[in-house]
């Protein structure tokens, strides 16, 4: 079985207790944090091996690994193979810095987006920025009716019953 499917039977198991996932997710989302604050030391570096050294060198179990390499996925510049990874499966972690810091914010993950390696990254106006252009990517903005007494769109000047809005 494939590590990224072992990874989400256990993190989303619907049989597990509740307190179970609890303590499961506060430890990952721990190691996580960790994590980011590490490679976020060095935004440049990309840093590379197998799932497992990847695992001893953060000091993190593999499936801890395994669920950081899935989140982390949609910031790569190079996304690896996680569906089909295994302990020896080469990975690496070369993130685009803008990408990663927008995908922390749409996930809704402060403890992330808040590390305070992002300022020596981004400044705060920088970051401000990210986070409102994240937040409204995802806002939907209906467009205004046009009511048949209201100005025709156009800019005809005209009703819009008599203009544009003629059948």
Not at 22 to 50: H, N, R
Not at 80 to 99: R, S
Not at 140 to 148: F, I, R
């Amino acid at each position: 079985m494939a590590l990224l499917e072992q990874w989400r039977k256990v993190a989303y198991d619907e049989t597990a207790d509740r307190n179970t996932l609890q303590q499961i997710w506060a430890a990952y989302f721990q190691e996580e944090k960790d994590i980011y604050a590490q490679i976020l030391k060095t935004p440049d570096e990309t840093v590379s091996g197998t799932v497992k050294e990847l695992a001893d060198k953060f000091g993190v179990s593999i499936m801890t690994m395994t669920g950081f390499l899935d989140g982390i996925n949609d910031s790569l510049k190079t996304p690896n193979p996680i569906e089909e990874m295994e302990e020896e499966t080469q990975v690496q972690l070369g993130f685009d810095k803008e990408l990663l810091y927008k995908n922390m914010v749409a996930a809704e993950a402060d403890w992330l987006y808040g590390l305070e390696e992002w300022d020596d990254i981004f400044d705060k106006e920088t970051q401000k920025a990210l986070y409102k252009e994240q937040k409204s990517s995802t806002t939907v903005v209906k467009e205004a009716k046009v009511y048949p007494n209201d100005p025709c769109p156009c800019g005809s000047g005209k009703k819009y019953k008599k203009c544009c809005g003629k059948k």
